[in-house]
């Protein structure tokens, strides 16, 4: 049985030390979410979309720096596996579906919502196959997705992607990339801030299960090439941070969730 959480913890590098730092309004999973400054100039934590078990979210959430919450009812589509993040103050949201349960009912939809004023505008459609549970990572004021989950109807069953595709959100332009080395879904990917991302983890399929390897993404030359692998088999959450990567959580073998927590030095990631 799955349990539903609502609380909400920060980390410190210098301590390394968590504590908690007060609740949601509601438990929330699988929502897309992103940082950006209010009005002040300081930073709030975004949350649109997810589930809460027993319903998908249509709304959005926002968190401030002393821990006031906001609820905002406004914005439409309820998606969960949906992918996206913050480019230039806008948060971006595509794909999903409207019920976790529901692979049929995976989309191509892209949306772009303002947090604050509530704005809403609709952007071209993702141009590969509707999809949930991709990688997804914002770099060089694009948002980037790689592979993920898509519905084969015939087949009635879930296949993994190896596409990939860049939004350039101000010229609300797709544009395709290299596909991945290998069909997965529920990878990570994160921007290392030198012109490559870092992708790991995922699930391959039920003979292979979840996987810790890893690539880099070399945006330039569009090109992958073998990183440094993870320290744990699963779906995690991955961060950069003063110099660190993160690897955080996630699910690491069928019916099971992991507290873990590790890190390493960006060099470190190189493989020799």
């Known amino acids: 049985m799955k349990n539903w959480l609502d609380a909400i913890h920060i980390f410190s590098p210098k301590t390394q030390s ?26 709030q934590l ?19 720096h002393g ?10 589509h309820p998606r969960v596996l949906a992918a996206g993040g913050i480019v230039n103050g806008w948060l971006v949201q595509v ?10 009912g995976l989309v191509r939809a892209a949306l772009l919502l303002k947090p604050g004023d509530g704005l809403i505008d ?10 949930g549970t991709a990688a997804c990572t914002v770099a060089a004021a694009e948002l980037f997705i790689f592979g993920g989950a898509n519905w084969d109807a015939s ?49 391959k399929s039920d003979m292979e299960g979840f996987t810790a390897e890893a690539w880099f993404y070399d945006i330039a030359k569009d090109e992958y090439k073998p990183a440094k692998p993870l320290p744990y088999s699963g779906m995690v959450n991955l961060v950069v941070c003063k110099g660190h990567l993160y690897c955080l959580g996630g699910e690491d073998r069928q019916k099971s969730r992991t507290n873990a927590c590790y890190r390493i030095g960006l060099p470190e990631l190189e493989v020799k």
């Open 18 to 43: 968590w504590r908690q730092a007060g609740r949601l309004p509601s438990p929330q999973a699988y929502a897309v979410s992103g940082v950006v400054e209010d009005e002040n100039g300081w930073p």
């Open 95 to 104: 794909g999903g579906t409207n019920d976790p349960a529901n692979l049929a």
């Open 46 to 64: 975004v949350i649109k979309g997810g589930t809460m078990g027993e319903r998908t979210v249509p709304e959005w959430r926002s968190l401030n």
């Open 155 to 203: 087949a009635k069953t879930v296949r993994n992607a190896v596409e990939a595709h860049a939004l350039h959100v101000a010229k609300r332009a797709w544009r395709p990339l290299k596909h991945l080395p290998c069909p997965v879904r529920g990878l990570a990917a994160v921007d290392l801030g030198n012109g490559s991302l870092y992708l790991a983890g995922g699930y």
């Open 122 to 131: 609709i952007l071209p459609d993702y141009p590969g196959a509707p999809f």
């Open 67 to 76: 821990g006031a919450q906001t609820v905002m009812d406004i914005a439409p």
